[in-house]
């Protein structure tokens, strides 16, 4: 695959002083702070702090994934994930959502404030079992507001039409990896043309805890560049998968979470209301949840904390699920959970 080599690289102090000064986003003797963060594997991101007080994250695509298995993507994507955070910023509730400063294509580089402090990433409390019921209400109305404001919007459908970042980075290396890998996992390849098939609203793509930070108790959502016009349930999907998986792999705060899975989609289904226009939602929502499931054991992006038991476990208890698959994100919450307590037993 012939992919851009990208110059400059901002992992590099000097270089991102260096090109900061040369854009003017900073003083010619300014020296800012500049710290790396980690935890990306398909972007390099860091830290800028000025004396001004002043916070900025310059966030830049990688053209191959940082992962065990070869993933490649256009870095062009950063173009996609502009858009969608002007998009988002208007649709989401205030405050959960950042502003964009500057957007670089040449460099595939983006600019935009900083989460103030003080703020934690959502993923990294909830595996220290930092469970806060207040955290999935939000989580759950943010998704729906997404979700709801931007149902049947020709004009976002049309400047989001374009899915190629979502067969590349989801569709391919998570449904279609993990076919290849699994092959009785049948349930994916009629997934992934449905999935084609389904236009209905915004779609973040990303919908993940590891994605969001909080801020003083408020929620705030990060990494869009997978946004796209399509299937809403695969945000469902994508994020109980983590709700679910945490659940297995935590077991001392198995009942919590799975409570928590609950009251994450009695919270949408609240917010959203009417879902007229897309009455397959809650079908289509197991669906993926088993997808992503599955995706998230055998794709190319396994669960970094699930040791390689709870990854036989979890193939296991989807593959027998799918057999017959829950007629709700309720019951698909249930047979979940009594599948754990058999295999445990």
Known sequence: MS??????????????????????YIEDEEVPFIHVLAGGVSNKTVLVKRSSGDAWVVKQALPKLRVAADWFCSPDRIIREAEGMRSLYDLAPPGT???????????????????????????SMLLNGEIVDDHFKQFGELLAAIHSRSRLDL?????????????????EPYYSYALSNVCEAHFLADLIE??????????????SPKN????????????HEVIHFGDPAFDIGFSLTH???????????????????????????????????????????????????????????????????????????????????????????????????????
């Open 243 to 345: 709700i679910l998986s945490k659940a297995h792999h935590l077991p001392n705060h198995r009942d919590a979470f799975l409570s928590m899975a609950r009251r994450y989609w009695q919270t949408y289904t609240h917010s959203i209301g009417d879902t007229s226009w897309d009455p397959d939602l809650e079908r289509f929502a197991v669906l993926h949840t088993l997808g992503c499931l599955m995706a998230r054991v055998a794709g190319r992006s396994p669960l970094e904390y699930l040791s390689q038991d709870e990854r036989n476990r979890q193939k296991r208890i989807v593959l027998k699920l799918a057999d017959k698959v829950p007629s709700s994100i309720p019951e698909l919450i249930s047979q979940f959970t009594q599948e754990l307590k058999h295999d445990y037993d």
């Open 3 to 24: 992919l851009p080599t990208i110059e400059l690289d901002i992992e590099d102090p000097d270089a991102l002083i260096a090109y900061l000064r040369a854009q003017s």
């Open 212 to 223: 969001v930070l909080d801020h003083n108790g408020k929620l705030v959502l990060l990494d």
């Open 155 to 171: 004009s976002l459908a049309t400047a989001f039409d374009d899915r190629g970042y979502f067969e590349s980075l989801r569709l």
């Open 97 to 123: 959502i950042t502003q964009m400063i500057a957007l670089d294509p040449a460099n595939f580089l983006l600019l935009m404030e900083a989460v103030p402090e003080p703020h934690a990433n959502w993923k």
């Open 194 to 207: 449905q999935t084609r098939l389904r236009r209905f609203t915004l779609v973040h793509g990303d919908y």
